[in-house]
Nanobody, 127 residues
Framework: EVQLVESGGGLVQAGGSLRLSCAAY????????IGWFRQAPGKEREGVSV????????YYADSVKGRFTISGDNAKNTVYLQMNTLKPEDSGVYYC????????????????????WGQGTQVAVSS
């Protein structure tokens, strides 16, 4: 069974850090592009970052550039999102998603580009 499982969310003060994990089961992440999305209450889901594992290319939303870093560990079949200098506006449910194709910067936030989705992990940043 194909499954993506996110973990690592929680409550943190502004300026703090969290590392989210996206573990894949049933398929190998190094054949996929892995994206991170987030959704705040009342807002649309937005793309945050994507890692094209085959190419080693990574892209970020302007709102997180310089603060977030996406990386992969093929041995653990897991992709991480290191989030530093967190802001209250970073709060929301964070989802990871996998795409069989290569994701461009323009396609990073396009949900139908992705084939599999996790259930999400909650991030809350207090001011």
């Amino acid at each position: 069974e194909v499954q993506l499982v996110e973990s690592g969310g929680g409550l943190v003060q502004a300026g703090g850090s969290l590392r989210l994990s996206c573990a894949a089961y049933g398929f190998s992440l190094d054949d996929y592009a892995i994206g991170w999305f987030r959704q705040a209450p009342g807002k649309e889901r937005e793309g945050v970052s994507v890692l094209n594992s085959r190419l080693g290319s990574a892209y970020y939303a302007d709102s997180v550039k310089g603060r977030f870093t996406i990386s992969g560990d093929n041995a653990k079949n897991t992709v991480y999102l290191q989030m530093n200098t967190l802001k209250p506006e970073d709060s929301g449910v964070y989802y990871c998603a996998a795409s069989r194709g290569t994701i461009t910067p323009q396609g990073m936030g396009v949900m139908y580009e992705y084939d599999y989705w996790g259930q999400g992990t909650q991030v809350a940043v207090s001011s």
